[in-house]
């Protein structure tokens, strides 16, 4: 697992290890820019599953079944069958119900902005029905659609068409997608005035741009690829203290302190 693969990333809190099959597919060349992939996730069996802090906007097609998102209060909401999430610093918790079939379309990071007129800020850690910005009797067809297919193929199809159809092209905004690479390539460790610094807009004008087209403020969207790549290196190496100072921190203390509070767990729980 990595900040370059999979941006949307279910792991299961089920201590019986309950059976569930994911698939992934890359979308076509013609959506290639937009699209990370497309996942599609079949569960049998009820189940609690977990996902990482991502820094990808998805359209999440509920097709079988239902799904539960559990807030950290305790607040259960019972998710439309369409529904999209923005960027989110916090694992998110979801019940699945017996039978579920969960279409996804990952974007990539900062190219959401074309298929909505909506600042993707305003995705933010929610969940806002599809209905609210697709067509309402386009988006039922769209589903109705998925439901009634057997194939991953055909299912990719249909989405591929309407995607294609909604799809508004823009001029790349280089700035920010090189920002967005930049702020890869460094694993989060980066200095967002620095590298401000070296770009020919205003600081206040690159952040309203970010945060219009990624979903976030830089700094956020930052410390998220950050937080990504500690949780990947706390399986490959089990050496807390190792890990903490790579990742830029002063002492292992204010390590498990950012942990928890992403996580609402300590590292070890998950070694």
């Known amino acids: 697992m990595n900040e370059g693969d999979n941006n949307i990333i279910f792991f299961e809190k089920d201590i019986n290890h309950k059976k569930r099959l994911e698939y992934r597919f890359p979308p076509s060349e013609t959506l290639r820019l937009f699209i990370?992939?497309?996942?599609?996730?079949e569960c049998n069996n009820s189940m609690i599953l977990e996902t990482l802090p991502s820094t990808s906007f998805s359209l999440n097609y509920i097709l079988k079944g239902s799904i539960h998102l559990t807030h950290d209060d305790g607040t259960i909401i019972n998710l439309p069958k369409t529904v999209s999430f923005g960027i989110t610093r916090r694992f998110l918790h979801f019940t699945f119900s017996d039978f579920v079939t969960l279409f996804v379309v990952i974007f990539n990071p900062g190219f959401a902005s074309s298929i909505?007129?909506?600042?993707?800020?305003e995705f933010f850690e929610r969940f806002i029905p599809m209905n609210e910005?697709?067509?309402?009797?386009?988006n039922t067809t769209i589903l109705q659609q998925l439901q009634n297919k057997q194939s991953h193929?055909?299912?990719?199809?249909?989405?591929?068409r309407f995607l294609i159809g909604k799809i508004v092209l823009k001029e790349r905004d280089t700035i920010i997608y090189d920002s967005i690479l930049k702020i890869k390539e460094e694993k989060?460790?980066?200095?967002?005035?620095?590298?401000?610094?070296?770009l020919p807009i205003s600081r206040d004008t690159f952040e309203k741009r970010f945060r219009h087209q990624v979903g976030t403020s830089p700094k956020k969207y930052a410390s998220i690829v950050r937080f990504r790549n500690i949780f990947k290196k706390?399986?490959?190496?089990?050496?807390?203290t190792e890990i903490a100072l790579n990742a830029g921190y002063y002492d292992q203390s204010h390590f498990i302190k950012d942990f928890k509070a992403?996580?609402?767990?300590?590292?070890?729980?998950?070694l």
Not at 116 to 121: F, I, M, R, S, V
Not at 133 to 138: E, N
Not at 153 to 160: G, P, R, V
Not at 188 to 198: D, P
């Open 234 to 240: 706390s399986f490959e190496n089990k050496n807390l």
């Open 36 to 41: 990370k992939e497309y996942m599609i996730l």
């Open 262 to 270: 992403s996580t609402g767990k300590l590292p070890s729980d998950y």
């Open 188 to 198: 989060g460790l980066i200095s967002i005035k620095n590298m401000v610094s070296e």
């Open 116 to 121: 909505t007129e909506k600042p993707l800020n």
């Open 133 to 138: 910005f697709f067509d309402r009797k386009t």
């Open 153 to 160: 193929k055909d299912m990719i199809a249909i989405i591929e």
